[in-house]
């Protein structure tokens, strides 16, 4: 099975910054990786799918980057909303894996 | 509005069996392949099981395969899992999810599994 490592398991930040979580797969999964937030006590919602599309509705400031094993999701301007736990998600087989997610506190 | 209503869950004792459906609304169903991913209480996501739109294709997580069937009836606008000699380490929220990169998600339902 393919291996998400994802890092940091948390983070402290405040409103306005830029934050940084990154995803490494065990062997190579192309650009089959998508990101999620989920929020407490809600279910996960896509922000990002292969790689780096943006799914609709969701705003500029979410990005993804990456290919092969290393896969980077940046929120370019934290928002209070934006509170909640992301995961990644290795698409390219099955069995399909999530990382243990990156939880995002305020300072 | 895409909807995905899970139904189903409850408190179960080990050994025991149990199915879950999801309904599906605000999109054609029968165009998507569909997933099953569950969330231990505090813990990350796990998948579990998916199918393709005609039920060609289906997979499952080594933790359950044997022990849990997913299938649809595109029919119904219906997702189901069947879950057998559930175990301990069963319990969860199970979403249902729609399409390849879990473009939607249900609201979740819960499955305790404890005598």
């Known amino acids: 099975d393919i291996v998400m490592t994802q890092s940091p398991t948390s983070m402290s930040i405040s409103v306005g910054d830029r934050v940084t979580m990154n995803c490494k797969a065990s062997q190579n999964v192309g650009s089959n990786v998508d990101w999620y937030q989920q929020k407490t006590g809600q279910s996960p919602k896509l922000l990002i799918y292969?790689?780096?599309n943006r799914y609709t509705g969701v705003p500029d400031r979410f990005t993804g980057s990456g290919s092969g094993t290393d896969f980077t999701f940046t929120i370019s301007n934290m928002q209070a909303e934006d509170l909640a736990v992301y995961y990644c998600m290795q698409s390219n087989s099955y069995p399909f894996t999530f990382g243990s997610g990156t939880k995002l506190e305020i300072k | 509005e895409v909807q995905l209503v899970e139904s189903g869950g409850g408190l179960v004792q080990p050994g025991r069996s149990l199915k879950l459906s999801c309904l599906a609304s605000?999109?054609?169903?029968?165009?998507?392949?569909m997933n099953w991913i569950r969330q231990a209480p505090g813990k990350g996501l796990e998948w579990v099981a998916s199918?393709?739109?005609?039920?060609?294709?289906?997979y499952y997580a080594d933790t359950v395969k044997g022990r849990f069937t997913i299938s649809r009836d595109n029919a119904k606008n219906t997702l189901y899992l069947q879950m057998t000699s559930l175990r301990s380490e069963d319990t969860a929220l199970y979403y249902c999810?729609?399409?390849?990169?879990?473009?939607?998600w249900g609201q979740g339902v819960m499955v305790t599994v404890s005598s």
């Open positions: 605000g999109f054609t169903f029968s165009n998507y392949g």
């Open positions: 199918i393709s739109s005609s039920s060609s294709y289906i």
């Open positions: 292969k790689a780096s």
């Open positions: 999810a729609r399409g390849g990169d879990y473009e939607n």
